[in-house]
């Protein structure tokens, strides 16, 4: 392309990559030439930016992130020269477009998250992108909170610099995907200690809140996106039922993964049917801060009573109170697991601003 270009413009043109190498160039001699002060200039400008240097004029090609991949080159400093080079940078995107789409891994994975491949196609483009045989994958969904920062792409690509078998994602201005290789029998402990490296990195360096989703591990590449579904299920959820955590496990959500589900008419219905007597709204924080620790310690009432400060009769008097308020004895088991449903479905129909 950049022969070809020369022919058509009378002008020497040339690629470097982001260390300023020169890796394509109409004068084949210049081919593996350092331009250093180019490449550190470039990092200084805006991704649509040029910038002259050594009487070159220079354009980065798109890249994801704070650093450029690639440049373009042209002789010449006159805005001839400028705009020449920003529609060789534009026809060089345009190719590496279409290549990605055909030869680049990363965006293969990405395709199959979004799922903008058919589940046919994905076999036969593994084999085509030199995929090995079935390997185990989680998949982190990085969601950036109150402010984004697209250094944290960089930052990522740091911590899992193989990108023959790791892949950072960016699927928008906030959110970033992580489909990590793990090794059999890897749990969910391991996969926690991993996100939760990632949430301090992100802190550290760039001093961003995130909250991390994690979907369960996806055994082949038609998982990924199953798997990445249930990322984005997790901070959904956790959003609700897990305000306190800034790390999700999809695996570990128990009934809020059921309760999120439910149309909020039936939500509505199961609170009437449960409370009968009174509604729900009628506990004062008190009496729900009890029940919260009774639950919190397995419905043991001299331990409750303990973490409380207060004697095991008072205890059992405010036990006594919730029963003749809601007819349900939080001593009784069965009763207790109806109440605690009843609680996570009131604060779910709270955070879809519903009034009941």
Do not use: W
């Not at 593994?126 to 079935?134: D, K």
């Not at 993964?257 to 009174?278: A, W």
């Not at 308020?325 to 129909?349: C, P, Q, S």
């Amino acid at each position: 392309m950049v022969l070809q270009m020369r022919d058509a413009t009378n002008r020497h043109v040339g690629v470097i990559d982001s260390a300023g190498t020169v890796v394509a160039s109409s004068e084949l001699a210049l081919i593996g030439e350092q331009r250093d002060n180019a490449a550190s200039d470039i990092v200084l400008i805006s991704p649509n930016a040029s910038v002259v240097v050594s009487g070159c004029v220079y354009c980065p090609l798109h890249s994801v992130g704070t650093y450029f991949d690639y440049a373009v080159f042209m002789d010449g400093e006159d805005e001839q020269a400028r705009a020449i080079c920003a529609m060789a940078a534009l026809s060089l995107n345009n190719a590496r477009l279409y290549y990605d789409e055909k030869h680049d891994k990363a965006t293969f994975i990405k395709n199959i998250l979004q799922d903008n491949i058919l589940p046919g196609d994905i076999y036969l483009r593994s084999r085509e992108l030199h995929f090995e045989g079935p390997q185990n994958r989680a998949v982190f969904l990085v969601r950036q909170l109150e402010r984004a920062d697209i250094a944290a792409v960089d930052i990522m690509q740091s911590l899992f610099p193989d990108r023959g078998h790791d892949f950072v994602i960016s699927l928008g201005q906030a959110e970033i995907a992580l489909v990590k290789e793990v090794k059999p029998g890897v749990d969910s402990r391991d996969l926690r200690k991993l996100a939760s490296a990632i949430e301090e990195t992100l802190k550290s360096e760039l001093m961003i809140k995130t909250v991390i989703g994690i979907g369960s591990i996806a055994l082949t590449l038609r998982d990924l996106a199953t798997s990445y579904k249930e990322a984005q299920v997790a901070i959904e959820v956790g959003k609700v039922f897990e305000t306190e955590k800034s790390i999700i496990n999809y695996e570990n959500l128990g009934i809020g993964r059921l309760v999120y589900q439910l149309p909020t008419t039936m939500c509505e219905m199961f609170l009437s049917e449960v409370f009968k007597k009174n509604s729900i709204d009628n506990l004062d924080r008190e009496t729900l801060d009890t029940i919260q620790r009774f639950f919190e310690n397995s419905l043991n009432v001299s331990e409750t009573s303990r973490k409380l400060f207060v004697h095991r009769n008072t205890l059992v008097y405010r036990l006594e109170k919730i029963k003749k308020l809601t007819g349900l004895d939080l001593r009784e088991f069965d009763h207790a697991i109806v109440f605690k449903v009843a609680l996570m479905v009131k604060k779910y129909l709270m955070s879809r601003d519903t009034q009941y």
